[in-house]
């Protein structure tokens, strides 16, 4: 028997790395390594160490290779999907002068706004980059690093985001991606290149950030020597130049120039999104514009508080996460971290609408519709801004792909086709970012486009399918309401 043809993708995320060690013909996944990651900081501050996540993910290779029972000869390419927008600052070796401003870090929301104000607001952005500017962004911790550690700004040599750093490690070569680098807000999502004049105002110079590849399934390099020891892979195998997250789990379920295009994808975990592959570019205030990593579009809205908000809920209760109840009149906006959509950083948990005969359920209930409502509600944006009529009985009936850890969970799942009114699809493979960075990894190796490899891997897949209930339009006007009449002087909006 040949020896199999072997990719490994990885999943960089917030909490852990994961090594997909995956079959590059038919997609099997062969065996999932797994490592964790530690994140420090408290109130607005998130922060892990860059080398935390090298040794990770060099920990979560051998444990997959191990758990597959394969050769390491038998891996052609490997590739990385990390988390979005991380600031990672280098020194002239490459070495990491302090922590990464995660994601989720809200440190940077005054920066944020300073920032739209410069350019000339938020349409100006959209215009320019796709996406305004908000805690999240790469931009605005730059700003923030600049004006609050102004010795460490002017050491940096080098700014990569997360999954730049490791690509990097792995082939001796920086690159990007069209995909992440759209999360930056220094790259023009209409021009396809760092904007200038967006550097100009950041104190950046293209010398400090990595040449933009094609797509994230370019090969953008070879397995360093150094990087094939520490990960006892074959040195010379291809390295994709890779992508973010959730560029990543589109290109696992498919979604793009080569699959599927304008169909929704509700992703629930630490943070819970919503996007879509288009070939329109999104043009939203109320959006993420970002780039897919095949080069369509890939409008995104993102929430900071999702899986872990709600979990934290049933734990002050002393509820299990599924011992959970529809809110009744009750509604809790579990904003435990501030929030990015809506853009209210400084926000905190809200509760409201409490009687004699709330029970324990109801609330953690009524925290799972906030959570889920507020990801929702930027649906019909999204839709719009593939071009789409939300209203559209056609639109209205394309099932929404449910993905993430709250996917497997049966109190997520009801919730959200209760307030969605849509049919759902969960997909058979619970690991769609180490999936898409496998086809990026494909790619590299000569497979070909990555969303025609992921496509062709899927065809067999066995999807749960969840028909569609009459939406709780009831519970959606309450929760809208006051979240609309609490924005301004009880959330900070």
Same mark, same amino acid.
């Given at each position: 028997?040949?020896?199999?043809?072997?990719?490994?993708?990885?999943?960089?995320?917030?909490?852990?790395?994961?090594?997909?060690?995956?079959?590059?013909?038919?997609?099997?996944?062969?065996?999932?390594?797994?490592?964790?990651?530690?994140?420090?900081?408290?109130?607005?501050?998130?922060? !892990?160490?860059?080398?935390?996540? =090298?040794?990770?993910?060099?920990?979560?290779?051998?444990?997959?290779?191990?758990?597959?029972?394969?050769?390491?000869?038998?891996?052609?390419?490997?590739?990385?999907?990390?988390?979005?927008?991380?600031?990672?600052?280098?020194?002239?070796?490459? &070495?990491?002068?302090?922590?990464?401003?995660?994601?989720?870090?809200?440190?940077? $929301? /005054?920066?944020?706004?300073?920032?739209?104000?410069?350019?000339?607001?938020?349409?100006?952005? !959209?215009?320019?980059?796709?996406?305004?500017?908000?805690?999240?962004?790469?931009?605005?911790? =730059?700003?923030?690093?600049?004006?609050?550690?102004?010795?460490?700004?002017?050491?940096?040599?080098?700014?990569?985001?997360?999954?730049?750093?490791?690509?990097?490690?792995?082939?001796?070569?920086?690159?990007?991606?069209?995909?992440?680098?759209?999360?930056?807000?220094?790259?023009?999502?209409?021009?396809?290149?760092?904007?200038?004049?967006?550097?100009?105002?950041?104190? #950046?110079?293209?010398?400090?950030?990595?040449?933009?590849?094609?797509?994230?399934?370019?090969?953008?390099?070879?397995?360093?020597?150094?990087?094939?020891?520490?990960?006892?892979?074959? $040195?010379?195998?291809?390295?994709?130049?890779?992508?973010?997250?959730?560029?990543?789990?589109?290109?696992?379920?498919?979604?793009?120039?080569?699959?599927?295009?304008?169909?929704?994808? +509700?992703?629930?975990?630490?943070?819970?999104?919503?996007?879509? *592959?288009?070939?329109?570019?999104?043009?939203?205030?109320?959006?993420?514009?970002?780039?897919?990593?095949?080069?369509?579009?890939?409008?995104?809205?993102?929430?900071?508080?999702?899986?872990?908000?709600?979990?934290?809920?049933?734990?002050?209760?002393?509820?299990?996460?599924?011992?959970?109840?529809?809110?009744?009149?009750?509604?809790?906006?579990?904003?435990?971290?501030?929030?990015?959509?809506?853009?209210?950083?400084?926000?905190?948990?809200?509760?409201?609408?409490?009687?004699?005969?709330?029970?324990?359920?109801? #609330?953690?209930?009524?925290?799972?519709?906030?959570? *889920?409502?507020?990801? +929702?509600?930027?649906?019909?944006?999204?839709?719009? @801004?593939?071009?789409?009529?939300?209203?559209?009985?056609?639109?209205?009936?394309?099932?929404? &792909? #449910?993905?993430?850890?709250?996917?497997?969970?049966?109190?997520?799942?009801?919730?959200?086709?209760?307030?969605?009114?849509? /049919?759902?699809?969960?997909?058979?493979?619970?690991?769609?970012?180490?999936?898409?960075?496998?086809? #990026?990894?494909?790619?590299?190796?000569?497979?070909?486009?990555?969303?025609?490899?992921?496509?062709? =891997?899927? @065809?067999? @897949?066995?999807?749960?399918?969840?028909?569609?209930?009459?939406?709780?339009?009831? !519970? =959606?006007?309450?929760?809208?309401?006051?979240?609309?009449?609490?924005?301004?002087?009880?959330?900070?909006?």
């Amino acid at each position: 028997m040949p020896p199999r043809n072997v990719v490994i993708g990885v999943d960089s995320s917030t909490q852990s790395t994961k090594a997909a060690v995956t079959d590059a013909e038919t997609g099997e996944l062969l065996a999932v390594g797994r490592a964790p990651h530690v994140v420090t900081g408290a109130g607005g501050a998130r922060e !892990t160490d860059p080398e935390v996540w =090298w040794q990770a993910l060099c920990d979560a290779v051998a444990a997959g290779l191990k758990e597959s029972g394969l050769s390491a000869s038998c891996v052609t390419g490997i590739a990385v999907a990390g988390q979005q927008h991380g600031l990672v600052v280098l020194d002239r070796s490459g &070495r990491p002068l302090r922590p990464s401003l995660l994601w989720n870090d809200t440190r940077s $929301a /005054p920066q944020a706004a300073a920032l739209t104000a410069a350019l000339g607001g938020p349409e100006a952005w !959209t215009a320019r980059t796709g996406t305004v500017p908000v805690a999240s962004m790469t931009a605005t911790k =730059w700003q923030w690093l600049r004006e609050n550690e102004p010795a460490t700004a002017g050491a940096t040599v080098s700014v990569r985001l997360p999954h730049d750093f490791l690509t990097e490690r792995l082939a001796g070569t920086a690159a990007t991606d069209p995909g992440d680098a759209s999360g930056t807000c220094w790259y023009s999502t209409d021009t396809g290149t760092y904007d200038p004049e967006l550097l100009g105002l950041l104190g #950046l110079d293209t010398s400090m950030l990595p040449p933009v590849a094609a797509t994230g399934g370019t090969r953008i390099g070879s397995l360093t020597p150094a990087a094939a020891e520490a990960l006892g892979l074959p $040195a010379g195998i291809a390295v994709a130049a890779g992508t973010g997250d959730n560029m990543s789990a589109a290109v696992g379920l498919g979604l793009g120039g080569a699959g599927l295009l304008d169909h929704p994808v +509700l992703s629930l975990g630490t943070s819970g999104t919503v996007f879509a *592959a288009s070939r329109t570019r999104p043009a939203s205030t109320a959006l993420s514009g970002f780039a897919a990593a095949d080069g369509t579009y890939l409008p995104l809205a993102c929430t900071l508080n999702c899986t872990l908000a709600v979990d934290r809920v049933a734990t002050l209760l002393g509820l299990h996460r599924d011992d959970a109840t529809p809110g009744g009149e009750a509604v809790l906006l579990p904003y435990l971290d501030g929030e990015r959509t809506p853009d209210l950083p400084t926000s905190s948990g809200l509760l409201t609408g409490l009687r004699h005969d709330t029970t324990p359920q109801q #609330l953690l209930g009524a925290a799972y519709e906030g959570a *889920a409502f507020t990801v +929702l509600r930027a649906l019909d944006e999204l839709l719009l @801004a593939c071009g789409l009529d939300p209203a559209d009985p056609e639109v209205a009936g394309r099932p929404l &792909r #449910l993905i993430g850890g709250g996917a497997q969970g049966r109190t997520w799942v009801e919730t959200v086709r209760r307030l969605s009114g849509r /049919p759902l699809i969960v997909p058979s493979s619970g690991e769609l970012v180490a999936l898409g960075a496998a086809a #990026l990894a494909a790619s590299a190796a000569g497979g070909g486009d990555p969303v025609a490899v992921a496509t062709r =891997w899927n @065809a067999k @897949a066995e999807d749960d399918r969840i028909p569609a209930v009459e939406r709780d339009t009831e !519970t =959606w006007e309450r929760v809208g309401s006051v979240l609309d009449r609490a924005a301004g002087p009880l959330l900070g909006g």
